[in-house]
């Protein structure tokens, strides 16, 4: 097995021993986007207007749940150390532990999209738009929250600076996250959009993330 591979499936059993992660996201998730109609109003086009947006902010809100623990339990145990010192390059190793925080917190975020969507009366034409905005956007979230995650994992109760850090880059997500979802026939180029969003993230977040770890670990 690659060294690639050991380290997703070696964080995919941490979770799974540890229990709960994805389910608190999801729960958290579905728990947020349900308040809205207390605030709002349950009045069905009040609600179909407000979906999209709420429902890609519980996401984010969600996603950022998650990331304080990301590079911190490693960083706290000293097996970061051993990471960084491995043949494979930081890079790799933080794509590696950013594919298994998605398949543990952003897939299970774009199962329960669309029954959040039933719960915000989305309209049923959205659905596919949703779920594929969700599939392109999340691993956006997950890419650009280890940077916030990289950079305070050497601080102590550094958690709580990640919002403050990573919120005003989820912005471009947020923003044609929404787009799509909320006009589906006009998706193709929101969607797109996104998936450059996306793409950029793949290359760059990774970059940044590892060049603060080193700095983390000197």
């Known amino acids: ?63 950022l749940l998650s990331l304080d623990r990301l590079f911190q339990a490693d960083f706290e145990d000293g097996s970061l150390d051993v990471l960084a010192l ?48 969700a599939l392109i956007g999340t691993p956006a979230l997950s890419l650009i929250g280890a940077i916030g995650a990289a950079l305070t994992a050497g601080i102590r109760r550094g958690g709580v600076l990640v919002p403050l850090l990573v919120l005003p880059l989820y912005i471009p997500t947020l923003i044609f996250g929404v787009a799509a979802t909320a006009d589906p026939a006009s998706a193709t180029e929101p969607l797109m959009l996104l998936g450059a969003v996306s793409l950029m993230a793949l290359v760059l977040a990774p970059l940044a993330s590892a060049a603060a770890l080193r700095l983390a670990l000197e």
């Open 1 to 63: 097995m690659s060294p690639f591979l050991a380290i997703v499936r070696r964080d995919l059993l941490i979770a799974r021993r540890q229990g709960g992660g994805s389910l608190l996201a999801v729960a958290f998730f579905v728990v947020v986007a349900a308040l809205f109609p207390f605030a709002a109003g349950a009045e069905p086009m009040v609600l179909r207007g407000l979906a999209p947006g709420v429902i890609w902010v519980s996401a984010l809100l969600a996603t």
């Open 86 to 133: 491995s043949p494979q390059p930081l890079f790799f190793t933080v794509l590696a532990k950013v594919l298994a925080h998605w398949l543990v917190v952003g897939l299970p975020l774009v199962i329960a999209a669309p029954l959040v969507g039933l719960l915000l009366n989305l309209p049923a034409a959205a659905y596919p738009v949703l779920v594929a905005a």
